[in-house]
């Protein structure tokens, strides 16, 4: 099984980070070891001073597709949820600076949270998602506001990587992402339905 996330997906967040505004989706994978499923815990690992959350829609791959052009992407789903791809943003920073691949920021065990998912509603144009910290809500999505959407990013993918059943694609964080600490709790809500929780520890 295959992780792809997707950088810089959304206006607001590509500016906060100071980042410019891809002409092409931003992919990058995780190992499937970066799973952790909601409600289980996340231990703040040792290595980072500086973990962030960002909360993202995410999308099953539900049948095998290879050069899927954007019409027929669609076909290739079926169910939704929210994920927080989590973010060792010191780390990730350095790498950035020297040019380096970003993995040891981003893929690391339990660094890709997964809520429940939820049969994709297609008659639906906007997903509205969120994301609270501690009861307070601290990021505000809708996938209107996307700069690629979920059937441009399954066709962009599958132009270079096979799409397997199960694969999960990260669509992209809106903005608003920030730190968290021990004892945080996170919890996301996907259409006002919560789907995902994780408690830091
Ligand atoms: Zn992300």
Not at 15 to 22: A, G, H, V
Not at 33 to 61: R, W
């Amino acid at each position: 099984m295959k992780i792809f996330c997707v950088g810089r997906n959304y206006v607001n967040h590509a500016k906060e980070l100071n980042n410019p505004i891809p002409e092409k989706p931003v992919i990058f994978l995780k190992p499937d070891t970066a799973i952790l499923k909601s409600p289980q815990p996340f231990y703040y690992p040792d290595f980072s001073k500086d973990i962030h959350y960002e909360v993202e829609l995410v999308v099953k791959i539900s049948k095998q597709g290879k050069h899927i052009q954007e019409k027929f992407a669609h076909k290739y789903y079926e169910e939704i949820s929210l994920g927080i791809d989590f973010t060792a943003r010191d780390i990730q920073k350095e790498q950035k600076d020297k040019g380096l691949p970003w993995e040891i920021g981003k893929a690391f065990d339990h660094s890709a949270v997964i809520g429940t998912f939820q049969k994709v509603n297609f008659e639906q144009k906007h997903i509205s998602f969120r994301l609270e910290k501690n009861n307070t809500i601290v990021q505000n999505g809708n996938s209107v506001d996307m700069l690629f959407s979920i059937d441009k990013i399954i066709s962009y993918i599958s132009q270079i990587f096979t799409l397997r059943v199960g694969d999960l694609i990260y669509t992209g964080t809106p903005e608003g992402v920030g730190p968290i600490a021990i004892d945080d709790r996170l919890e996301g809500f996907l259409n006002d339905d919560k789907v995902l929780s994780t408690e830091i520890k």
